[in-house]
């Protein structure tokens, strides 16, 4: 397994990718309606490529197959962090996550947020995120719960360095009211 930057022309497998994830893990934790309004079957495909080509996520491929993605924003916040089913339990989750420290540690980011779901909650726990917020946003019309969680990667108490926390937080919580662009882990 290996990771790398996104390509153009990854968007569908990153859809297979969150669609399977969503369906085979969090399925556990969630109902059928909170899992289909999270991951529909018929998500707007152009969306989609927007929403990917944005966020631009770094992609674990393994035998030439895209197994899972992460990405990680300016300020910190991860907006998408999912693993095929399939490869649950492998370290995929893992490696994408050490890779977003060291991108993170690179980026001189000080702190990492995130919207995670309750089935990823136990995996961030693991990697020292403290839930900041237990949140209730409605996606198509269906409340799918979720937490805010959040790690200070250096112990920075400057003006500068509490910004940067708090800019992150604060996207997470701008992007929570908002009620777009971020869907739960």
């Known amino acids: 397994m290996h990771i790398r930057p996104f390509r153009i022309g990854d968007e569908s497998d990153l859809f297979a990718v969150f669609h399977s994830s969503i369906h085979g893990l969090a399925a556990r934790d969630y109902s059928a309606d909170q899992i289909n309004a999270w991951a529909p079957d018929n998500l707007d495909q152009d969306v989609w490529r927007e929403r990917m080509q944005g966020i631009s996520p770094f992609v674990v491929e393994h035998d030439a197959q895209i197994v899972g993605y992460a990405d990680i924003q300016p300020d910190g916040y991860i907006d ?6 399939k490869f649950a339990r492998m370290g995929v989750g ?4 050490q890779h977003l420290h060291v ?10 947020c995130s919207d995670v779901s309750r089935t990823a909650q136990p995996f961030f726990e693991r990697f020292g995120f403290l839930v900041v917020e237990q949140r209730a946003p409605i996606i ?22 509490i910004a940067t926390s708090c800019a992150c937080v604060s996207s997470a919580l701008r992007a929570a009211r908002s009620g777009a662009p971020s869907l739960p882990r």
């Open 140 to 161: 198509r019309g269906v409340v799918v719960p979720n937490l805010l969680m959040h790690k200070t990667l250096v112990s920075d108490t400057t003006v500068e360095g």
């Open 80 to 85: 998408h962090f999912f693993v095929s089913a």
């Open 94 to 97: 893992r490696m994408l996550m």
């Open 103 to 112: 991108v993170a540690a690179e980026r001189s980011i000080a702190t990492l």
